[in-house]
């Protein structure tokens, strides 16, 4: 009976323990996917070679293939889903991402271009 005891205690305690541990990554997860920070990064690693870390275009290969300031209202004044596609499928000498980016990730992508917008 003792025993029972010990091990009903024993599993419940391990539910408990890996319910906790799931919460925990999901709240850590949506965290991150809605921190400008991670995109700010992403932008960085994979956009601002031609793009500039600011947006502007004032890069070298930027200044070569003629980018639009992603700042500037032709710009901005385009839609989320028209600027998602162009970084999902290309346009001439830009390159597609869907292949190496997520929907999210691009999503998040989009959201920090209207950020850089408003500086
Ligand atoms: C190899 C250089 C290069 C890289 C890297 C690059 N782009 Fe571009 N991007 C361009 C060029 C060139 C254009 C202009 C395309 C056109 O309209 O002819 C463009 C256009 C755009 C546009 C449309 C703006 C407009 O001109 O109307 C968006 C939005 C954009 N890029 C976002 C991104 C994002 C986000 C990334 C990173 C995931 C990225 N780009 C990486 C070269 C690049």
């Known amino acids: 009976m003792k025993l029972l005891i010990k091990k009903v205690v024993g599993v419940t ?5 890996l319910s906790v541990a799931v919460s925990l990554t999901h709240a850590t997860r949506i965290a991150t996917a809605s921190f400008d920070g991670n995109a ?3 932008f ?3 956009c601002a070679s031609c793009h500039g870390e600011d947006g502007t275009g004032n890069t070298p290969p930027g200044k070569q ?3 639009r ?3 500037s ?5 385009q839609s989320d889903a028209q600027l998602s596609a162009v970084i999902a499928k290309g346009k001439d000498k830009m390159p597609p ?3 190496s980016l997520s929907k999210e990730q691009i ?3 989009v959201a920090h271009i209207r950020s850089l917008g408003k500086k």
């Not at 305690?13 to 323990?17: D, E, G, K």
């Not at 209202?73 to 004044?77: L, R």
């Open 44 to 46: 960085k690693d994979k």
């Open 97 to 99: 991402f869907e292949k």
């Open 73 to 77: 209202a032709e710009v901005q004044k």
């Open 107 to 109: 999503n998040q992508l």
């Open 13 to 17: 305690f391990a539910v408990i323990t």
């Open 65 to 67: 293939l003629k980018v």
């Open 69 to 71: 300031n992603l700042r």
């Open 40 to 42: 700010a990064a992403l």
